[in-house]
Antibody
């Protein structure tokens, strides 16, 4: 059974880069009919999709964040990472990594999620 | 971007009640809609995809319907474990977008 776990700093200074890693246990992020995504949720608010990476390494990003976001696969084959540059207080949120389905009627749904990582942007 | 609008934003109900949550897309998305349940401090959980198909392991008291721009999630005979926030998500096009959420509270 696949499990995801986010890791990284819980506090980031304004204008710096937020970096998070998602570790997949029980799966390789470079194989299968899946993609790997980041979704964030400010406290008490809704969900915002950040971006995704396919097992092939190709990516798609939310246009609202595209100029600041990079999602990449780690050579370990069990991790993928999020880098969000030039952060401000508006980037304070719980960040989730999630597995998305490719193809079929469940395409682009998220069936496995990490527990979430709270990241605060503050000086 | 496709805007997803949920209503109501919150609803109070009792155990055993039936609850219906609505989700409207700003443009037609066919049946490309998913529903998630989220409890406080937890990650969302996929309930329904393709507007009406139950994810494996989800109780049959959950049902979804709709196509085009208007969708509903119905919880029949509400159970204590169902008090949570529910989100819809369009899976039709990028960027993927979610509704603002509907909180189901205990009356």
């Amino acid at each position: 059974q696949v499990q995801l776990q986010e890791s990284g700093p819980g506090l980031v200074r304004p204008s710096q880069t937020l970096s998070l890693t998602c570790t997949a246990s029980g799966a390789s992020v470079t194989r299968g009919d899946y993609f790997w995504s980041w979704v964030r949720q400010p406290a008490g608010k809704g969900l915002e999709w950040i971006g995704r990476i396919y097992t092939s390494g190709s990516t798609n990003y939310n246009p609202s964040l595209k100029s600041r976001v990079t999602v990449s696969l780690d050579t370990s084959k069990t991790q993928f990472t999020l880098n969000l540059s030039s952060v401000t207080a508006a980037d304070t949120a719980v960040y989730y990594c999630a597995r998305g389905s490719v193809g079929g009627y469940s395409s682009h749904t998220f069936d496995v999620w990490g527990q979430g990582k709270m990241v605060t942007v503050s000086s | 971007d496709i805007l997803m609008t949920q209503s109501p934003s919150s609803v109070s109900a009792s155990v055993g009640d039936s609850v219906t949550i609505r989700c409207r897309a700003s443009q037609a998305i066919g049946s490309w809609l998913a529903w998630y349940q989220q409890k406080p401090g937890r990650a969302p959980k996929l309930l329904i995809y393709s507007a009406s198909t139950l994810q494996s392991g989800v109780p049959s008291r959950f049902s979804g319907s709709g196509s085009g721009t208007d969708f509903t999630l119905t919880i029949s005979s509400l159970q204590p474990d169902d008090f949570a926030t529910y989100f819809c998500q369009q899976t039709y096009s990028f960027p993927l977008t979610f509704g603002g959420g509907t909180k189901v509270e205990i009356k």
